[in-house]
């Protein structure tokens, strides 16, 4: 069983940065696909970000393009979000997924694994 532990979310004005980092647990994750997700207040899961298991293919939605970076450390087992050029509209609880699945996975259902969320909160 894989168990994710996200870290490094926080309060920062906009146009701020913040890097998000996600451990895993149990086992390692090198050979799966991990994803970041996001959920504002009143809507639903959102993906943000995709990684492939070598690192070499990342997919983001629109409205991330050219802010947002997802990276990976396999030595470390852990997965990076890095949001530069924060909005308010960003704001929101930040989720960690992995699955053994391969492919540009955006679908909530896609993924098997699940982290407790890390608050990312952008002032205007």
């Known amino acids: 069983q894989v168990q994710l532990v996200e870290s490094g979310g926080g309060l920062v004005q906009a146009g701020g940065s913040l890097r998000l980092s996600c451990v895993a647990s149990?086992?390692?994750?090198?050979?799966?696909?991990m994803a970041w997700f996001r959920q504002a207040p009143g809507k639903e899961r959102e993906f943000v970000a995709t990684?492939?298991?070598?690192?070499?293919?990342?997919y983001y939605r629109d409205s991330v393009k050219g802010r947002f970076t997802i990276s990976r450390d396999k030595a470390k087992n852990t997965v990076y979000l890095q949001m530069n050029s924060l909005k308010p509209e960003d704001t929101a609880i930040y989720y960690c997924?992995?699955?053994?699945?391969?492919?540009?996975?955006?679908?909530?259902?896609?993924?098997?694994?699940w982290g407790q969320g890390t608050q990312v909160t952008v002032s205007s």
């Open positions: 997924a992995g699955t053994r699945s391969q492919g540009l996975l955006t679908a909530r259902g896609s993924y098997d694994y």
């Open positions: 990684i492939n298991w070598s690192g070499s293919i990342t």
């Open positions: 149990g086992r390692t994750v090198d050979t799966y696909t």
